[in-house]
């Protein structure tokens, strides 16, 4: 352990990892701040400047680009009431309060530090719990591989909204099937290329991550477009007032930062979970906490409303790469698409990650130690700059999204059929979305189904053709029976709301 954690030091500290974090950092922080954009599209569009970087390098820049684009997205969630992505929602609860009452500086300030708490305190608890984790997988079978990718996929309810957990189920398979698109890699024979040969490679998974997340947020942006920001809204951007903290206000804070950071960590190594649960989590609890008169603040302008969410999202960023470097199981849709990244670059993420490539896997983590502080460098004296951003006009800004997906695409096949793919998938998107399908779930599927497919195949051909493989083994059956609980649980739950309704009724009657 000390070993690989002075391999990833050495690696962190290198001058062009240092850059990545800065770069990762502060385009994030830009990106994070635009309303609609968020973590998923800023990763998507930095994938393809990633491809002719060190795999060390490059998944250290995707990490400055996550947690700097939640860090970046309180901005727009105070200042417009524009969350820039959904784990900054609940900070709009009381940062917009705040900014209405001129203390748009103080709120941004208070979600600085907040966020410079959650991201510190999560990657000291990361450093200690991906070791104990990782030791842990070493035993790891090919039946335990394809049980735990069952866990993952079993997981889509959390990225599904209220009532579409079916919609999540339908584009995981979704996902899983166009993984098979291609050759066999077992056999050797063409799936469902239709014979086309430019289908022979499958589907690229920068494609569909460009296709289905920044392309089709674009053209999300372009068939509803947002109403021009009134004079009020403008002049909150400019008029930012004091961003001093008082005694009184730093004491009643830190206890909620820490609170907040532990819970949000410990969500964000839940597979699925997120930064947005962790957020609705800690707010809630410290609503709960909080004494009658202060409760009653709670979205009116409350510190405590603001500063809980601020460091559970951002200890959840950094709590979902637990996952995904010790087990090989996406956090959140974002960590999805950097799975994705891993693989691109012949890396597995999973147990064997922790052995085979300790200087990527402790460099990424130690690396968010600098990210924090360049952070906090970076958005307290630039905050009065930064924030004029959002006044860039969408006409500027969307067509300058469609080039870089579109460029992003081509530069890594140069092949044009791979664009035109691309713009038919971003439109089957816009309308999966109009329709209310939820599509990390299907970048999940497709980012698994392979691994599941030559998992299963291993623990087939040991089990003699037998599916008995599924609880031969503790581990095994441990996961196959967790990944059966998740999976019925929204089923079961949905049939006991209905049953205790129904004798409700029955009880009024």
Do not use: H
């Not at 250290?60 to 959904?86: E, H, K, Q, R, W």
């Not at 670059?345 to 200087?359: A, S, T």
């Not at 067509?399 to 035109?420: E, K, Q």
Request: charged residues 10%.
């Amino acid at each position: 352990m000390l070993d690989g954690i002075l391999a990833g030091l050495s690696t962190a500290i290198m001058p062009t990892n240092l850059m990545m974090v800065m770069i990762g950092c502060f385009v994030g922080t830009f990106i994070g701040m635009l309303p609609g954009l968020g973590p998923i599209s800023a990763i998507a569009l930095m994938i393809p400047i990633t491809y002719g970087l060190e795999p060390s390098s490059g998944m250290i820049l995707m990490a400055g680009v996550y947690y700097g684009a939640v860090f970046g997205g309180s901005t727009s969630s105070i200042l417009i009431n524009a969350p820039g992505c959904s784990s900054t929602v609940v900070t709009a609860f009381d940062g917009y309060p705040m900014a209405q009452k001129g203390q748009a500086g103080k709120a941004l300030a208070l979600a600085a530090y907040s966020s410079f708490t959650g991201g510190t305190l999560s990657a000291i608890m990361l450093l200690i719990a991906a070791p104990t984790l990782a030791k842990v997988s070493l035993s790891f079978q090919s039946a335990d591989y394809f049980a735990l990718m069952l866990v993952g996929l079993s997981a889509v309810a959390a990225f599904a909204g209220p009532g579409q957990v079916v919609k999540a189920w339908m584009m995981t398979v979704l996902g899983l099937m166009l993984s098979t698109v291609g050759i066999d890699k077992g056999v050797g024979v063409e799936r469902f290329t239709f014979g086309i040969t430019d289908l022979m490679d499958g589907f690229s998974f920068l494609l569909l991550a460009m296709a289905t997340f920044a392309l089709g947020e674009t053209l999300m942006g372009i068939l509803k477009p947002e109403k021009d920001q009134s004079a009020e809204e403008t002049r909150s951007m400019t008029d930012l007032g004091s961003m001093k903290i008082s005694k009184e206000e730093f004491k009643e804070a830190a206890p909620v930062a820490i609170r907040s950071s532990i819970l949000g960590f410990f969500v964000g190594v839940l597979p699925g979970a997120g930064a947005t649960i962790a957020a609705f989590l800690s707010y809630g609890l410290e609503r709960n906490l909080a004494p009658k008169d202060k409760r009653e603040e709670f979205g009116k302008g409350s510190l405590r409303g603001l500063v809980a969410p601020e460091a559970a999202n951002n200890a959840a960023s950094s709590g979902s790469f637990v996952p995904l470097l010790t087990l090989g199981i996406p956090g959140s849709g974002t960590t999805a698409i950097m799975l994705g990244a891993l693989i691109s670059y012949g890396i597995q993420p999973g147990p064997r990650l922790f052995i085979d490539n300790p200087e990527v896997f402790w460099s990424v983590i130690i690396s968010m130690y600098f990210g924090n502080v360049v952070l906090v460098i970076l958005n307290l004296p630039l905050i009065p700059y930064i924030s004029r951003i959002l006044a860039v006009p969408r006409t500027v800004l969307l067509p300058m999204i469609i080039f870089f997906s579109i460029t992003g695409v081509y530069l890594v096949s140069f092949n044009t059929i791979d664009v035109f793919i691309m713009v038919l998938v971003s439109v089957i998107a816009v309308f999966l979305r109009l329709a209310n399908f939820p599509l990390a779930p299907l970048l999940l599927g497709f980012i698994l189904g392979g691994l599941m497919e030559e998992n299963l195949r291993r623990a087939l051909m040991i089990s003699d053709g037998e599916l008995s493989f599924l609880w031969q083994r503790p581990l095994t059956l441990t996961f196959t029976s967790i990944a059966t609980v998740v999976l019925l649980a929204p089923i079961l739950l949905t049939a006991f709301n209905r049953f205790r309704m129904s004798r409700a009724n029955t009880e009024q009657d």
